[in-house]
């Protein structure tokens, strides 16, 4: 072998060990800070409805779902298991992300979430942990933060 297929090798193998100790000293239950692959899909976005908007200071997200989450909440059922909720983020009018949530499950609490880009390729060093854990604070309304805002929209019909 070669003196660089050696220090190729050699690097390779202390990156290696480098992940191997990082993750064993996580604290137990911790989770990877780079985004883990899951099955979030990015959805058909003419086929959900926009049910608010927030808007805080240069920021402006559309919040977005499907009609059958809308009846769901309406009728005080769980939203379906397929469900996107998706956020789309402009920043001073311009298109800078899509966040997407998307019920998993049967369960209540199996939803999954993932970060878009504008071209819809996925952000991969975000940790899409967070987002779980911020959203289980609202497990009693659906994992969404605009609950009432569905709700709303979902009994005015509109």
């Known amino acids: 072998m070669t003196r660089r297929t050696w220090r190729v090798a050699f690097g390779s193998a202390i990156a290696i060990l480098v992940l191997a100790a990082g993750y064993q000293i996580l604290p137990e239950g911790s989770t990877s800070v780079l985004a883990a692959s899951n099955d979030v899909t990015f959805p058909a976005l003419d086929q959900l409805e926009q049910y608010t908007t927030v808007e ?30 998706v956020l789309v983020d402009y920043q001073s009018g311009v298109l800078h992300r899509y966040l997407v949530s998307q019920k998993m499950g049967d369960g209540a609490d199996s939803w999954q979430y993932q970060w878009f880009w504008p071209d819809r390729t996925i952000k991969a060093d975000e940790n899409t942990s967070r987002c779980y854990s911020c959203h289980q604070t609202r497990q009693d309304k659906q994992f969404m933060f605009t609950f009432e805002e569905a709700l709303d929209k979902s009994s005015n019909g509109s």
Do not use: F, Q
């Open 56 to 85: 805080r200071g240069v920021t402006k997200e559309h919040m977005l779902t499907s009609r059958a989450a809308l009846d769901a909440i309406r009728a005080g059922r769980p939203v379906p298991t397929g469900t996107h909720v």
